[in-house]
């Protein structure tokens, strides 16, 4: 069964660092494109960062370009989103996903999903 797990998430100020986590089970990671999506209180779910299979694909939504880093290590399974200067409109709960197909994914269709972890920033 595919599962994604994400942790990290937390409260910060304005300006903070976090860094969330997903692991994900062998089945799912390899061959996957992994993504980060958030949802806004008030708005649609939008994908945030996404990062291909081979790593040959990074794609970043323009409010986070400079601030936030996806990484994935295959190794282990895991890929991560790395946030600086973090600003309260980052403020969200924020989702892992997997897709083979990274158009699907890009378009917020994945087929799988992780339960999310919630990230707080206060000014």
């Known amino acids: 069964q595919v599962k994604l797990v994400e942790s990290g998430g937390g409260s910060v100020q304005d300006g903070g660092s976090l860094r969330l986590s997903c692991a994900a089970s062998?089945?799912?990671?390899?061959?996957?494109?992994m993504g980060w999506f958030r949802q806004i209180t008030g708005k649609e779910r939008e994908r945030v960062a996404s990062?291909?299979?081979?790593?040959?694909?990074?794609w970043y939504t323009d409010s986070v370009k400079g601030r936030f880093t996806i990484l994935r290590d295959n190794a282990k399974n895991i890929v991560y989103l790395k946030m600086d200067n973090l600003k309260p409109e980052d403020t969200g709960m924020y989702y892992c996903?997997?897709?083979?197909?990274?158009?699907?994914?890009?378009?917020?269709?994945?087929?799988?999903w992780g339960q999310g972890t919630q990230v707080t920033v206060s000014s």
């Open positions: 990062i291909s299979a081979l790593n040959d694909n990074i």
């Open positions: 062998a089945a799912t990671f390899t061959g996957y494109t």
């Open positions: 996903a997997a897709d083979r197909d990274r158009n699907r994914l890009a378009i917020g269709y994945a087929l799988h």
